[in-house]
């Protein structure tokens, strides 16, 4: 049995709603796996287009109001659990995709993607304050995993997901006066 991972209960807790599994494995992922060993997440820049226009030797600076879908990834660096079931699970779903093979539950490759990411911010207290929702992930990128002899650090490996929305939700933590 894996050792749980606590590295990310001071600053954030991390909850998957579900991981894509090839629909050839029997047994029910644990997705304690992946949501205790977190160890960082980069969350993805925001932005918006912006058109420059010259008016009488000053630059004008024109937003685009239009729906930007170009999103930069979000990455996720876990630790290898004892097993290496968690890496195993997202080396089985990137393989599942290049093959072109849907995951168990789903029709097409396109939805075997992780319903919802919530990356929910902590206080000292391990009090929950605000929290960022991120939508219909899919896994573009899995990093290579070093192993090295006689090294006694954790292993980790690196998860890059495209996403389809990104939402932000205030938290309830309030001052004591």
Do not use: H
Request: net charge negative; glycine share 2%.
């Amino acid at each position: 049995m894996s050792v749980l991972n606590s590295n990310n209960t001071d600053k954030f807790e991390a909850v998957f709603s579900n991981i894509p599994v090839p629909s050839t494995r029997t047994d029910k992922l644990d997705i304690r796996l992946i949501d205790n060993f977190v160890r960082n997440i980069t969350l993805p820049d925001y932005n918006v287009e912006v058109i420059y226009s010259d008016l009488m030797n000053a630059q004008i600076n024109n937003p685009i109001s239009r729906f930007n879908n170009d999103n930069s990834p979000v990455t996720i660096e876990f630790t290898v659990d004892e097993d290496m079931e968690n890496y195993l699970t997202f080396f089985e779903w990137i393989t599942q995709l290049r093959l072109g093979n849907p995951c168990k539950g789903e029709t097409t490759t396109r939805a075997s993607t992780i319903k919802s990411l919530n990356v929910i911010m902590k206080d000292n207290e391990d009090r929950k304050g605000a929290k960022m929702v991120l939508t219909d992930l899919i896994i573009i990128s899995l990093s290579s995993l070093n192993l090295a002899f006689g090294n006694s650090e954790q292993n980790t490996f690196t998860v890059t997901l495209n996403f389809n929305t990104f939402n932000i939700e205030r938290g309830t933590l309030t001052l004591n006066n």
